[in-house]
């Protein structure tokens, strides 16, 4: 792996929900999104045109295989991707399921908050999250 001194997601991460030699997928700890992930490239690789193309069709099939996972365990409204690396100019796609009665909805979860969420609806949500690592493990294995 090539690594960029002071890079944060050249850093070990949160465990990953499941890795291999090429990236890995994490859950996002954010208490109003339950089920929000990121895939990261391992390499320090700042645009997906740094990637070959066997190397960029296996992490948009593991972005695909993540939003699947989302669906079929959280059944959002929406699912948002974004690969923005604004901040950090390392190779990484966030994989958010949206709900009609989450924080932000319908805008970006970077926006400004529009409502809370029932804290019950929250729970509900992190009470599926092992659901979630297992389908996202089965279909990336």
């Known amino acids: 792996m090539t690594a960029q001194q002071g890079c944060e997601l050249c850093l070990p991460q949160a465990a990953p929900v499941w890795t ?3 990236f890995s997928v994490i859950l996002v700890d954010d208490a109003n999104y339950p089920g929000f992930c990121r895939v990261i490239w391992h390499d320090h690789i700042k645009e997906m045109s740094g990637l070959r193309g066997a190397e ?4 948009m099939d ?3 295989q993540v939003e699947l996972a989302q669906i079929e ?3 959002p409204e929406k699912i948002n991707l974004a690969s ?3 901040v ?3 190779l990484h796609w966030h994989v958010i399921p949206r709900f009609l009665d989450d924080a932000h909805f319908p805008s970006p979860v970077w926006a400004g908050a529009v409502r809370a969420t029932d804290p019950a609806i ?3 949500r992190r009470a599926l999250l092992p659901q979630l690592i297992a389908a996202i493990v089965r279909r990336l294995t």
């Open 122 to 124: 929250l729970a509900a």
């Open 62 to 64: 593991a972005v695909n």
């Open 84 to 86: 923005l690396g604004n």
């Open 88 to 90: 950090v100019p390392h």
């Open 20 to 22: 291999n030699g090429q």
């Open 56 to 59: 960029r069709a296996a992490l």
């Open 73 to 75: 365990v959280l059944h």
